[in-house]
C-alpha cells in the first residue's frame, strides 16, 4: 500500500527530513514561550503587590498562556474566515507560480486578456483538482470509483483527527502538548511490535496492538505531565525533548537486528504486519479508509463526552481556565495535569497505531509520524479546541493532503503551495486580530473591556 | 482651572455608557464623583483623560473647547490624572518615573536627570511629601508610589487633577494623609475630582458632590449630606449601612487555632505564631492594613499554604496539613478574597461555577457524569435565592458584576453542609446594594449556628459584622478585642500599637 499518495509514510528517512521537522517544531509557537513566560513572570515579581498569593502550587498562567489560550478557544467565524483568506492567498500564490501566467504577463500590456485567462484558468484548475483529488472525481466513469478522492481524505484525516483531539484535549487543560511526533512514535513503535512479531488470533491480535500503542503514547506524554506536575518543568519544553529522544531510540531499534529491524534487511524498517493485526478496511480491498476511521469517530465522542458532560473533564476545563480556583475548589491541579497528558498522550498514540495498522501495513520506518504530531497542533488550533470542530478541521487537513497531490500531478502546482496555504491558515488563526480587521470584524475585547458591569447594571434595572 | 464638562455621551453598541453628562469643577474645588462600580465613572474620566472619544458633548478648561485625541494632548492642556493602578515602572527612580515622557536631554542626548531630580524636590518640598528622587520605586511603601504619582502630575503643571478610586490601596492614616494633600492642592487652586465609592471619604473632603446612576447624574448633594442619603442616591433606593444583627448566641468553641505559622516561598514568616478561637455562632473579624498576614492565615486554614506549622482544630478533627479536599469536605466554606482569580472562573458558566468544588461526586456527579438537570435546577434555585442579577444560569460568570460574582461564590459555599465559613474581604470591589444583602447572608449563618471568620481591610467593614475583633499587625495578633471597640483604637492597632491594659477581652 506504499503507493506514491504516501511519499512522507511510506519514505525511507532521509537524513534531512527528520532534521528538519525538528526544526519545524522549534519554530512553533510554543517554543517562544520559555522567554515570554520569563519576561511575564518577571513583570510580575516586580509588580509586587499581594498576587502571588496560591503561587507555589499552581504556576500562574502567563501571558503567553493568556495568548495561547485566545487562540485555541477562539471564535469559529475566525477559523472560517481564516481558511477562506489562505486559500485566497494561496490563489493569487499559484497564479504567480504558474508558467503559462508568467508567460502570458509578458505581453500583459498587449492583451491583458491572456494574463487574466490564464490568472483563471490556474487557479480555478488548481482548485478544481484539489476538488477532484480530495472529495469527488467526475473524470472517473463509476461512482465507485469517482468517489475514491473522497476516502482517501478520510484515511488521510484518520490520524489528522486523533492526534488533533488529543493536542485540542491538553490545550483545555492549559497544556501545550507538542510532542505529537514522540508520543505517536513510541505508540506505533509497541503497536508495531505486537503487530509483526507476536502470533494471536484475528481480531485480538489488533486489539492487543491497540492497547498497546495507545498505553505507549500514554506513558510517553505521561512523563511530561508527570514532570510538570512534580517539578514545575514546563511541557514544551519536556515535549519538544522527548521527541528527540523518542525519533532516536525508535530510529536506533529499527536498525538494531532483533529488536524492530527485519530479519535479513539492512535497511532501518519493520517487517510487515501480520494479517491478524492489521485494521480490516471499512469499504473493500480497493478502498484504504480502514477501520481507524470509525475508532477516530468513536474518540471524538469519548473526549467530547470527557469535556462536556464528564466531572473529570469538568476539572479539566476549570484548571485550564483557571487553575488558582480549581486549587482553592479542592481539585488536585497536579493529578488533572497529569491525566489530562495520559489521554492526551493515547490519542496522538491512536494517531500512531492507525498509521501502522491501518495505512502503512508493509512496515515502517522512524518517518512514520509523517509530520501528523506537529500538524495535528495545527488541526486543533482550527478546530478551536474543541471536540468536533477538530474532526471537521481534521477532515479539511485530510482534504488538503488527498487534495495536495492531485493539484500537482493535474496542474502542475507545486505541492508546497498546498503546505503554504494550510501555514496560511495556522498564520491567520494565531492572528485574530489580522482576520478581523480585514473583515471588519468587531473587536470583541474592546467593547468588553471597559464596561464589563455597566452593562449588567443596565440590563438589569 | 475651571474644568466642564457638557451633555458627554459614550456609547458602546448599544450600551449607553455616558448619557449626556454635566459636570463643572470650579478653580479650587474638590469635586467627588460618586457612583456605584460601572456606573460610569471611569468612562467619563477616560473621556476627560483623552482615551476614549465622546460621541456628543464637550469638554471645556476655562471655558475654552478641548478636543483631546490621546492622553498626551489632555495632558498638554493641564489635566492630569492619578490611575487606582499605578502607571511606574518599578524599577527607576522617583525621578526616572517623574521624567518619563517628557524626558529633557543635555548636549549628548543625555538624560537631564538633575533637573528632574530638582524637580521632585521642588515639589515634594511644597507639599511636604517627603519623597526621595533617588529612591527606587519598587521599595517604597504602597501610599508613597501614590505621591510619586500625584508629582508626576504636577510636574506637568497639571490644573486638573482627577484621583481614580485613590484609596483602595491605602490604609486608613494614608488615606487621612491622602486627604491633606488633596486639601494643600486645593488651596494652589487645583481643581479636583475625586472618583470614589466610599462615602465616609466623601464627606469628609468634598465640596461639592456629584451622583453618577446607570450612566447619568442622578443628582448632587452638599458634604452634609447623610450617609444613607448619599448611598440611596447611588444604589437609587433606601440602604441600609449598619448591620441589623441580634446578641450572638454562642456555642462552643469550634475551630482552634494554635500557634500557626505560615513561611513563605523565601523563608519569611508571614503568620507568627497566631492562636485564636472561634465559636459557634460567632463572627471573629480579623483587621489589619493589608499584608499583614491575613491572606496567608486564610490561606493556610485552607489549607492552600505549603509552609505551616502549628495546629489548625476544627471540632475535634485536625486539619493541620489536609489536602483542600478534605478541608473543604470537613465544611469549611471559604469565600477568597480574590473572586476572579482563586473564587471563579470566568469563562464558567453561573450554573458551573456553582459546582466548582463539588466536582467529585453528589449531588452533582453521579457514576462520572455530570447531573446537568440536578445542577440546572439547583443553579435557578441559587440565583433566585440570592438574587444574582443575570440574563440566566448559563450567563459566563465573567459577564457578571463584582457583586453578582460575589453572590456565585457565597451562593456556592452556603450551600454546603457548613461547621465554619472563612470569609476575606467579602465585599471587596461589590456595590452598595450587593454589600447590604451579603452582610445580611454572613449575619444569617452566624446565627444558623455556624462559626464565622471574616477578613476585611475596610474598618467599617469590621465594625458591622464583628462580634469580636482580632487584629493582625506582621504577621501576628495585636489584640483580640470585643465588637464595640472605638475605631481609634483599632487604628491604633493596625498600626502595631497594642492596646491599652483592660482595652483587650
Aim: aromatic share 6%; proline share 5%; charged share 20%.
Amino acid at each position: 500500500m506504499s503507493d506514491p499518495q504516501h511519499p512522507d509514510a511510506a519514505g525511507t528517512p532521509g537524513p534531512g527530513r527528520p532534521e528538519l521537522d525538528v526544526d519545524v517544531a522549534i519554530e512553533e509557537p510554543g517554543a517562544v514561550s520559555p522567554e515570554k513566560e520569563t519576561a511575564a513572570e518577571d513583570a510580575r515579581a516586580t509588580a509586587g503587590g499581594p498576587g502571588g498569593t496560591a503561587g507555589a502550587d499552581v504556576p500562574p498562567p502567563s501571558r503567553w498562556h493568556t495568548t495561547l489560550h485566545q487562540i485555541a478557544t477562539g471564535n469559529a467565524i475566525i477559523s472560517v474566515l481564516a481558511v477562506l483568506l489562505a486559500l485566497i492567498v494561496g490563489a493569487i500564490m499559484i497564479a504567480f507560480t504558474d508558467e503559462r501566467v508568467q508567460e502570458a504577463s509578458g505581453y500583459f500590456f498587449a492583451r491583458p486578456g491572456d494574463t487574466f485567462l490564464a490568472i483563471w484558468e490556474s487557479v480555478s484548475g488548481a482548485y478544481a483538482a484539489l476538488f477532484q483529488g480530495s472529495i469527488y472525481n467526475f473524470r472517473r466513469d463509476t461512482f465507485l470509483a469517482g468517489i475514491r478522492p473522497l476516502t482517501e481524505t478520510l484515511t488521510f484525516a484518520t490520524p489528522l483527527i486523533a492526534g488533533g483531539l488529543g493536542v485540542a484535549l491538553a490545550f483545555r487543560v492549559g497544556m501545550f502538548n507538542i510532542g505529537g511526533r514522540g508520543q505517536m512514535l513510541i505508540a506505533a513503535s509497541v503497536a508495531g511490535w505486537i503487530g509483526f512479531g507476536f502470533d494471536l488470533p484475528w481480531g485480538l491480535h489488533m486489539l492487543v496492538a491497540l492497547v498497546g500503542g495507545l498505553v505507549g503514547g500514554a506513558l510517553w506524554a505521561g512523563i511530561a505531565g508527570l514532570l510538570k506536575a512534580r517539578t514545575g518543568a514546563h511541557e514544551v519544553i519536556v515535549t519538544i525533548m522527548l521527541n528527540y529522544i523518542a525519533f532516536y531510540l525508535v530510529s536506533w531499534l529499527l536498525r538494531t537486528p532483533g529488536l524492530l529491524q527485519a530479519p535479513g534487511s539492512s535497511n532501518p524498517k519493520t517487517p510487515a504486519m501480520k494479517d491478524t493485526a492489521i485494521f480490516p478496511s471499512l469499504l473493500g480491498p480497493q478502498f484504504n479508509l480502514h477501520l481507524g476511521f470509525v475508532l477516530v469517530i468513536i474518540a471524538t465522542v469519548v473526549v467530547w463526552w470527557i469535556l462536556s458532560r464528564s466531572s473529570l473533564g469538568f476539572r479539566f476545563r476549570a484548571v485550564g481556565e483557571n487553575p488558582n480556583a480549581a486549587r482553592v475548589a479542592g481539585i488536585n491541579v497536579r493529578n488533572m495535569y497529569v491525566y489530562a497528558m495520559l489521554i492526551s498522550g493515547a490519542l496522538l498514540g491512536l494517531a500512531g497505531v492507525s498509521q501502522v495498522l491501518g495505512t502503512v501495513t508493509t512496515g515502517f520506518t522512524a518517518g512514520i509520524d509523517a509530520g501528523i504530531g506537529f500538524d495535528a497542533i495545527t488541526v486543533a488550533l482550527l478546530g478551536r479546541s474543541t471536540p468536533w470542530g477538530t474532526f471537521v478541521a481534521g477532515l479539511l487537513f485530510g482534504a488538503f493532503k488527498a487534495g495536495g497531490f492531485s493539484m500537482q500531478a493535474a496542474e502542475g502546482v507545486p505541492i508546497e503551495i498546498v503546505l503554504v496555504v494550510q501555514s496560511l491558515i495556522v498564520l491567520f488563526i494565531a492572528a485574530p486580530p489580522l482576520v478581523r480587521t480585514i473583515f471588519r470584524l468587531p473587536d470583541p475585547a474592546s467593547r468588553r473591556r471597559p464596561v464589563p458591569n455597566v452593562s449588567q447594571e443596565v440590563k438589569v434595572k | 482651572m475651571k474644568l466642564e464638562l457638557r451633555g458627554i455621551t459614550k456609547r458602546f453598541g448599544s450600551l449607553v455608557a455616558n448619557d449626556h453628562i454635566d459636570l463643572t469643577v470650579e478653580a479650587g474645588e474638590i469635586h467627588c464623583l460618586l457612583g456605584e462600580n460601572g456606573a460610569g465613572k471611569s468612562t467619563l474620566m477616560n473621556v476627560l483623560y483623552g482615551l476614549y472619544q465622546a460621541d456628543d458633548g464637550q469638554v471645556l478648561l476655562d471655558d475654552q473647547v478641548q478636543q483631546f485625541a490621546g492622553p498626551g494632548d489632555a495632558m498638554a492642556a493641564g489635566i492630569g490624572m492619578v490611575h487606582q493602578h499605578f502607571m511606574l515602572i518599578p524599577v527607576f527612580t522617583v525621578a526616572e518615573n517623574v521624567m518619563l515622557g517628557h524626558e529633557s536631554t543635555r548636549a549628548g542626548g543625555l538624560l537631564d536627570l538633575p533637573t528632574a531630580r530638582a524637580k521632585v524636590r521642588e515639589i515634594s518640598e511644597r507639599f511636604g511629601f517627603h519623597v526621595d528622587p533617588d529612591a527606587l520605586v519598587d521599595d517604597l511603601p504602597v501610599g508613597v508610589q501614590q505621591r510619586v504619582e500625584i508629582i508626576k502630575a504636577l510636574s506637568r503643571d497639571a490644573r486638573v487633577l482627577v484621583f481614580d478610586e485613590p484609596t483602595a490601596v491605602l490604609t486608613p492614616q494614608e488615606t487621612d494623609e491622602l486627604m491633606g494633600i488633596m486639601r494643600q492642592l486645593k488651596e494652589t487652586g487645583t481643581s479636583i475630582v475625586f472618583i470614589t465609592h466610599k462615602l465616609r471619604e466623601v464627606r469628609e473632603v468634598a465640596d461639592r458632590i456629584t451622583v453618577i446612576r446607570l450612566g447619568k447624574v442622578v443628582g448632587e448633594a452638599a458634604p452634609t449630606a447623610t450617609n444613607a442619603e448619599l448611598a440611596s442616591l447611588m444604589v437609587g433606593r433606601a440602604v441600609e449601612l449598619t448591620v441589623q444583627k441580634e446578641e450572638p448566641s454562642l456555642g462552643d468553641p469550634a475551630l482552634i487555632v494554635e500557634g500557626l505559622t505560615v513561611i513563605d516561598p523565601i523563608g519569611q514568616l508571614v503568620v507568627n505564631d497566631v492562636s485564636f478561637t472561634v465559636r459557634r455562632g460567632e463572627i471573629l473579624a480579623v483587621a489589619g492594613v493589608q499584608g499583614n498576614g491575613q491572606t496567608e492565615l486564610t490561606e493556610a486554614l485552607l489549607g492552600l499554604q505549603p509552609r505551616v506549622e502549628g495546629s489548625i482544630n476544627l471540632d475535634g478533627t485536625e486539619l493541620t496539613s489536609a489536602s483542600v479536599r478534605r478541608i473543604l469536605d470537613a465544611g469549611v466554606g471559604f469565600v477568597p478574597e480574590d473572586r476572579t482569580e482563586d473564587g471563579l472562573v470566568g469563562e464558567f458558566t453561573i450554573a458551573e461555577n456553582l459546582m466548582l468544588d463539588r466536582s467529585g461526586g453528589a449531588p452533582f456527579v453521579r457514576a462520572g457524569n455530570i447531573q446537568r438537570g440536578a445542577l440546572a435546577d439547583f443553579a435557578r434555585e441559587k440565583v433566585k435565592e440570592f438574587d444574582v442579577r443575570t440574563q440566566g444560569i448559563d450567563s459566563k460568570v465573567r459577564q457578571l458584576s463584582g457583586g453578582n460574582q460575589q453572590k456565585v461564590v457565597l451562593a456556592r459555599e452556603l450551600s454546603r453542609d457548613l461547621r465554619l465559613l472563612v470569609a476575606a474581604q467579602p465585599t471587596r470591589g461589590v456595590d452598595v446594594g450587593s454589600i447590604e444583602f451579603i452582610h445580611k447572608r454572613i449575619v444569617e449563618t452566624r446565627d444558623a449556628g455556624v462559626p464565622v471568620l471574616v477578613v476585611s481591610t475596610e474598618l467599617d467593614e469590621v465594625v458591622a459584622l464583628a462580634d469580636r475583633i482580632m487584629v493582625m499587625y506582621r504577621g501576628r495578633i495585636v489584640g483580640i478585642v470585643p465588637g464595640d471597640t472605638p475605631r481609634d483604637v483599632l487604628g491604633l492597632m493596625m498600626a502595631g500599637e497594642h492596646p491599652a491594659e483592660g482595652a483587650a477581652a
